[in-house]
C-alpha cells in the first residue's frame, strides 16, 4: 500500500487525464516527422512518461502514525476525566431544530464566575444551525445547586437574558443550554437539558 | 417569599459586580440582564435525558461545520456512545472522517460495519464515494475497481458520473480498454458536462493500444485499429461541434390499461399505477443506470422520466472550457497522425490562447505548418510560444522550432535565433544547475508554508514566487511531488498536535503522586506511545524529505537531458546555418 494517501478532491478528473495523456503517446507514436526536429517533442512527452519508470526513494507511510495519534488523543483525554475531572460538566450551547435565529454571541456566568465569551461568525452560526453544539466550559462542578446567567446577542434581534436555577444530579454529566425560537406560553427562550455522562 | 427576596438581592449584587466589572461588553450584559431582571425570572426545571448520544453528535457537528474535521473526527471517537448508532449513519460519517484524514483501512471497517444498516441514500452515498475516489488516487486500482463496481442504490446522476469515468479510466490504465469502451458506449447521465466527458473517454479508450483484439491476426488488427481511430475522430468531431448524445427517457411511463383488474377496479393513475411502474423499472436493462432502482425526491427520477438535462452547479465555465481545449488538442493530433494536417489545423483553433494546453497547441500548429512547408505561420507560431515561461519543455522546443522554420524559410536571421536559442539553454541548464545545489538546504516548509490548522484540509500547495517560481510549476504538475509535499505539510500539522498531547501528558504526569497504580501503568504505556509516534514522525519527516529531494532530481535530470538534445540540435543548426553562409 503506498503511502501517498492525501486526497485531492479537486483533481480527481486530472487523474482522469490519464487517458488523455496516454492517447497523446498513442498519437505522437504514429506521427513520424519528415525532420528530425519534430521528433523532439516526442521525446520529451516520452521521457516524462517514463520518470515513473525509474526506481526512486518511496515516501513513508504515515497510516499507522496517524492512527496512533488518534489513539492518543482518546488514551489522553481519557486519562484527563479520571485524573482531574472527577465531577466534570460539559455545558454546551445550541438551538432547537429548524431554528433560524442568528446568535452572535453568548455570555454565561456560573455562579457568579464569568465564562469565557463566545462570538459566532457565519461559520460558527451555520454550525449552530445545522444542530451543531458549541462547548462553553468543560471543568468540575459538585452535584448541587447551581445558577446560570446566560446573556445571548442576536443580530437582527433584542438580546435575550435569563437566569437559570438549576440542580446537577448527576457526578458526570452534560449540560445543555437550548436556545428556543419559538417557545411556548409561559416558557422561557433559553431551557437547560442534562445527561449523564459515561467515561 | 424570604427565598425570592434572598434571589433579588442576590441578583442585584451580581449587577454592582458586573457593573464594576471594566469591559464594555459587561456593562452590556449588565444593563440587558439587569433590565430583565426587572420583568422575570424564575427557577427553570432540569430535563434530565440518558441517552448521550444527542449531545456527543452535535458537539461532532459543530466540529464539522466549522470544517475542523481532526477535532470532528477525535470528538466521533471520544463519544463511545455514538459507535451503537442504529442506522448506521454515524459509521458512515465516520468513514467519511478517516477516508479524509487518509486512514483507508478504517474507513472501510466503517463502511463495512453500515453495510447492512438502514442508512438513507444521502447520507451514505457521499462517504462511499469518497472512499472510492481514495483508494482511487492512492493507485489501488483492483481494489478501486472491485469496489467502485459494486454501488450502492439510488446515486445522484453526478455520482454515478463520477463513478463511472473512474471505473473506465481504471479499466483503460489496467489494460482493460474493451471494457471501458463497452460501458462508455451504453452510459448516459442527464449532466451533460459528464455526458460529454463520457464520450471524450471514449474516444480516447478507442485510442488505446488496448482496445483492439490482440487475438486477431495481423492484417485484421490493423483494419481494426483504422476503424477506431475513425470512430474516435468521429466522436471528437461531434464534440467539437458540442453533439452529444442527447438523453433519452429511459423509463416509458406505460398507459394505464382500460380494462378492468381482477379485483375489478379501474384503478386510472391510482396507487397501483405507481406499483406498475415501480415493477416495471425492475426489470434489467442494459443500460448501468436502467438497472438502478428510481427513488422519490432523486433528481435522477425528474430527469429519467422527462428526459431532462441536470445542471451541475458544483462545475465552473473553466471546467468545460478545459474538457473543451483537451477535446480540441487530442483531434488535432489524432489528425495529425492521419496526416491530415489542414484538419489539425481547424481543430487547434478550438484550444483556447490563454488555457494551460495552449503551449502544446501553439507548439502543434507550428508543426503543421511546418510539416506543409509554410516556414513563416510555422514561425510565428513558434516564435509566439518562445516568448512563455522558459521553463516549459514545449517553450524549449518552441524556440528550436522557430530557428529552424527560419532556416528553412533562407531567413538570415536563423543564425541569430539558432544562437538565442542556445543562450536559453544554456542559461535554463544552469538555473536548473543552481536549483538542483539548492536543493540540499530546501526548507520545504518555509517554501511551502501550510495555511491550515487542520490536518485534514490541507490546500493545494501554492508555486513559491520568485526566480524559481517556473521551475517550481513544473514540478508541482507531477502528482507524485505534490503529494509529498503535501505529506510533509500533514506531518507538520500533526507534529503541532503531538506537541499538545505531550504538554498534556506531563501535566497529568505531574499528578503521579496522587495517581493508583492502575493510572499509573495507564500514564507510562501513553508516554510509551507518544515517544513512538513522535519517533515515527521524526522518521517520516526525514524519509519524505528524501523521497522528495529524489523526485525532484529525477525531473531535473530529465529536463537537462531534454535541454542537452536541444542545445546540440540548436549548435547543429548554427553550424549548418554558417556552414551555408
Known sequence: MTSQARVFPDRIFHRASDAFSASLHACLRGVRAPVRVLCVGMLGFAITSMAGAEELPAPSNLESAKSDLLQLDRTIA????????????????????????????????????SLPVREYDAQALNALLQGGMDTLMDANLPVGDHILEVLVTLSDKAPVSQRIEFTKTLAKDIVAIKFKEHPGLDEQPLAVVEWSQHD | MINREKSHRYKLKQLTRLLGIQSAWSLTFGLALGASLCTSVSAT???????????????????????????????????????????????????????????????????????????????????????????????????????????????????????????TNLLTRTEHA?????????????????????????????????????????????????????????????????????????????????????????????????????????????????????????????????????????LTPDDVSKLNDKIALSLAYLR??????????????????????????????????????????????????????????????????????????????????????????????????????????????????????????????EVPAGTKAGLWAGLLERSEVLAIIQQIQQTQLLQAKLKVYDKDLQDLEALKAKVNPDELDDLKATRVLLDKVKLDFQKAELQDHKALLAQIRATLKQSRERLDYYLTEALLGLQRVNGKR
Open chain 1, 78 to 113: 481519557s486519562l484527563k476525566q479520571r485524573l482531574t475531572l472527577p465531577a466534570r460538566t460539559l455545558l454546551l450551547f445550541g438551538l432547537t431544530p429548524q431554528s433560524q435565529l442568528s446568535v452572535r454571541s453568548i455570555a454565561v456566568r456560573l455562579d457568579g464566575r
Open chain 2, 336 to 461: 495529425l497522425k492521419h496526416h491530415d494536417l489542414e484538419q489539425a489545423r481547424v481543430a487547434l483553433r478550438g484550444v483556447k490562447l490563454d488555457s494551460l494546453l495552449s503551449n502544446q497547441a501553439l507548439l502543434t500548429s507550428a508543426h503543421v505548418y511546418y510539416r506543409q512547408g509554410d516556414f513563416v505561420r510555422s514561425y510565428n507560431f513558434a516564435n509566439e510560444l518562445s516568448k512563455r515561461n522558459w521553463a516549459d519543455p514545449l517553450v524549449q522546443e518552441g524556440w528550436l522550432l522557430a530557428a529552424r522554420a527560419l532556416e528553412d524559410e533562407h531567413d538570415g536571421s536563423a543564425a541569430d535565433h539558432y544562437a538565442a536559442a542556445i543562450q536559453v539553454y544554456k542559461a535554463a541548464t544552469a538555473s536548473i544547475n543552481q536549483f538542483d545545489r539548492d536543493l540540499d538546504n530546501l526548507d520545504v516548509l518555509a517554501t511551502f508554508p501550510v495555511k491550515s490548522a487542520d490536518p485534514v484540509l490541507l490546500g493545494i500547495p
Open chain 2, 45 to 167: 426545571p432540569l430535563e434530565v435525558r440518558r441517552d448521550a448520544r444527542e449531545p456527543g453528535f452535535a458537539q461532532v457537528m459543530y466540529d464539522y461545520y466549522q470544517n475542523h474535521l481532526y477535532d470532528a473526527l477525535t470528538t466521533f471517537l471520544a463519544n463511545r456512545q455514538l459507535a451503537f448508532n442504529a442506522p448506521g449513519t454515524g459509521d458512515i460519517f465516520l468513514s467519511n472522517l478517516y477516508t479524509r484524514y487518509g486512514l483507508p483501512r478504517e474507513a472501510e471497517a466503517s463502511l463495512s460495519r453500515a453495510a447492512l444498516t438502514d442508512v438513507t441514500s444521502s447520507n451514505r452515498n457521499d462517504p462511499w464515494l469518497s472512499y472510492g475516489k481514495l483508494l482511487y488516487q492512492m493507485g489501488q486500482d483492483s481494489l478501486a475497481l472491485n469496489f467502485l463496481r459494486d454501488p450502492p442504490a439510488l446515486l445522484t446522476p453526478k455520482q454515478e458520473s463520477e463513478r463511472m469515468i473512474m471505473v
Open chain 2, 178 to 314: 474493451r471494457d471501458a469502451i463497452e460501458s462508455l458506449q451504453s452510459f448516459r447521465t442527464p449532466i451533460p458536462y459528464y455526458r460529454k466527458l463520457a464520450r471524450y473517454n471514449l474516444a480516447m479508450s478507442l485510442l488505446s493500444p488496448d482496445a483492439v483484439d490482440h487475438l486477431l491476426s495481423q492484417p485484421e488488427q490493423d483494419a481494426q485499429r483504422e476503424e477506431y481511430d475513425g470512430r474516435a475522430i468521429r466522436i471528437l468531431d461531434d464534440l467539437m461541434q458540442d453533439k452529444v448524445p442527447n438523453l433519452v427517457m429511459i423509463i416509458k411511463p406505460k398507459p394505464v390499461l382500460a380494462t378492468a383488474s381482477p379485483t375489478g377496479n379501474q384503478n386510472k393513475g391510482g396507487w397501483l399505477s405507481w406499483f406498475r411502474s415501480k415493477s416495471d423499472s425492475s426489470q434489467p436493462l442494459g443500460s448501468l443506470i436502467e438497472n438502478r432502482e428510481i427513488g422519490n425526491k432523486s433528481t435522477f427520477t425528474v430527469s429519467a422520466l422527462s428526459a431532462g438535462d441536470v445542471d451541475d452547479p458544483t
